[in-house]
């Protein structure tokens, strides 16, 4: 029997012995202090002041870190604030319920009830008193508290990433700040929050696959939604002139650092307000979210510095593309059989039927994005690949667009809305069109949000910031996974299509 084996046999044994002795999992222990509330408060008191005081307490936690000496023994326990010392030994707490305390495991969840005292070298302890059993663990921590290191099995198990790795807690402490932080920045400018359908007849707000499923009692085939965008315009046709909502989208397509088949967005909307309104919003809700989460807006992501307090930069496409391809011709940039030639000499392949607006994302994407480091917004993008933005009045090759860049990716996605119901109904059937000839990504024809055109949408700005690459910049992390709770991994053991098998 291996090591790991006898472990779990040993602590099922000493779980047995405990239920026969008419243990089952107590539920009635209430603490009344936190750890990190006690350091707060006594950390600097003075040895001599907390033996005057008998400070009492009742603490709860998980044992990390036991050290029995003979007659005394120390464990550090770990609550959701921190963690504490406690002192055993066999003068408070008598021979025989010390002598019970010493068949603790690492893991286990117990109750103290003891008073404060400091060590010899000063640090703030529970002596205990009363120590109760809440929880007997069955499976060992990882490592024995060495941490968790191997990225697959974090993942996978979450839940002992955030017992034993203090820097994944800090992580997540950080997310939720940051997504309260966005919502109080929008609440304190009139938004009012709202829920949109997660399932929904028709999918649509973005050129993306969807996950399909079915409603049996009404017989129904819906999409799990790969954006919320045109549920939220309705609501400002119907009178709500500023709306949020941070929603979870499906998109199912592919994994990477930067994908998660699930994932969180931020999407905003206002009544009378253009692309360039939502471009000063959106630098304001991230340079604020920055400084509120991180103290600074000045950021260290993998190496590089990154200042969030400069004005962002803004850059038309065309013009990106002639300052990173320096050999491009600005004057053939609409012309397709040349930009056919520019992609074979960059070794990329274009997609069946492309236009010219399409041609020009696709080498915008693959030769420029990544090298986007400071915060760019990229206007000025291509109608044809711009379903639901309003047309540029001067130039209707182009409309009223941006996408924002930091540290080589894409956070943030706006535009002034169209809201010409016939020049919409036109877009959506070439993309229903499309979608049936092949193009998995394309719309479908919305015929209900036509009619929602048709009552009138103001002008309307639009946009939407996704939460969780933003924190992948405010928490200095370089995967998508490391920054949400439970990504989407392959079942253990199980084959994918290619043959790839699940760790």
């Not at 033996?51 to 044992?63: D, N, W």
């Amino acid at each position: 029997m291996d090591e790991h084996s006898q472990l779990l046999q040993q602590r099922a044994a000493k779980l047995h012995a405990l239920q026969t002795s008419g243990w089952n999992y107590p539920n009635d222990f209430k603490p009344d202090a936190q750890a990190a509330n006690l350091h707060a408060r006594f950390d600097g008191a003075e040895t001599r002041v907390l033996q005057e005081q008998a400070v009492a307490v009742r603490l709860a936690g998980r044992i990390m870190l036991k050290r029995v000496m003979g007659k005394a023994s120390f464990l550090t326990i770990q609550d959701g604030s921190g963690s504490l010392q406690l002192f055993l030994d066999t003068k408070t707490m008598g021979a025989a319920r010390y002598e019970a305390c010493k068949g603790l495991d690492l893991g286990d969840i117990i109750g103290v009830c003891g008073t404060l005292f400091k060590t010899r070298t000063g640090e703030l302890t529970v002596r205990a008193e009363e120590l109760i059993i809440l929880v007997k663990t069955l499976q060992p921590l990882p490592e024995k508290f060495h941490g968790l290191q191997d990225a697959e099995r974090r993942h996978r198990e979450r839940h002992l990433d955030l017992l034993v790795n203090p820097q994944t807690k800090a992580v997540f402490l950080m997310r939720s700040k940051a997504i309260n932080t966005l919502r109080a920045l929008l609440w304190a400018r009139d938004f009012l929050e709202v829920e949109t359908p997660m399932m929904q007849p028709i999918p649509g707000g973005a050129a993306a696959r969807p996950f399909i499923t079915h409603h049996n009692a009404l017989d129904m085939t819906l999409f799990l939604r790969i954006a919320p965008e045109l549920y939220l315009k309705r609501l400002v046709a119907g009178g709500f002139e500023r709306v949020f909502e941070l929603n979870r989208n499906f998109r199912n397509e592919g994994v990477s650092t930067r994908h998660n088949p699930e994932f969180t967005m931020l999407e905003y909307y206002q009544a009378y307000s253009d692309y360039h309104d939502m471009m000063a919003l959106t630098e304001t809700l991230i340079r604020e979210t920055a400084i509120a989460v991180c103290g600074s807006s000045c950021l260290s992501y993998q190496g590089e510095s990154l200042d969030l307090g400069q004005t962002f930069t803004r850059l038309p496409l065309e013009e990106a593309l002639c300052r990173y391809l320096p050999d491009i011709e600005a004057a053939r940039l609409r012309d397709t059989t040349y930009l056919h030639a520019v992609m074979a000499s960059q070794g990329l392949e274009p997609a069946a039927a492309a236009g010219a607006g399409e041609l020009q994302l696709t080498l915008f994407e693959k030769c420029i994005e990544h090298r986007l480091r400071h915060p760019t917004f990229i206007t000025g993008y291509p109608m044809e690949v711009s379903p639901l933005a309003r047309c540029n009045q001067d130039d209707p090759f182009l409309c009223d667009r941006f996408e924002l860049f930091i540290a080589g990716y894409e956070v943030a996605n706006g535009f002034s809305e169209l809201n010409d119901p016939e020049d919409q109904a036109r877009r959506f059937h070439a993309q229903a069109a499309a979608h049936a000839a092949g193009k998995e990504e394309a719309m479908h024809y919305d015929a209900d949000y036509i009619r929602a055109l048709e009552h009138g949408l103001p002008p309307t700005g639009g946009a939407g910031v996704g939460v969780d690459r933003l924190v992948m910049l405010l928490a200095d992390r370089p995967s998508i996974r490391e920054v949400i709770l439970f990504p989407l991994l392959r079942l253990e053991g199980h084959k994918t299509t290619d043959g790839a098998t699940g760790s």
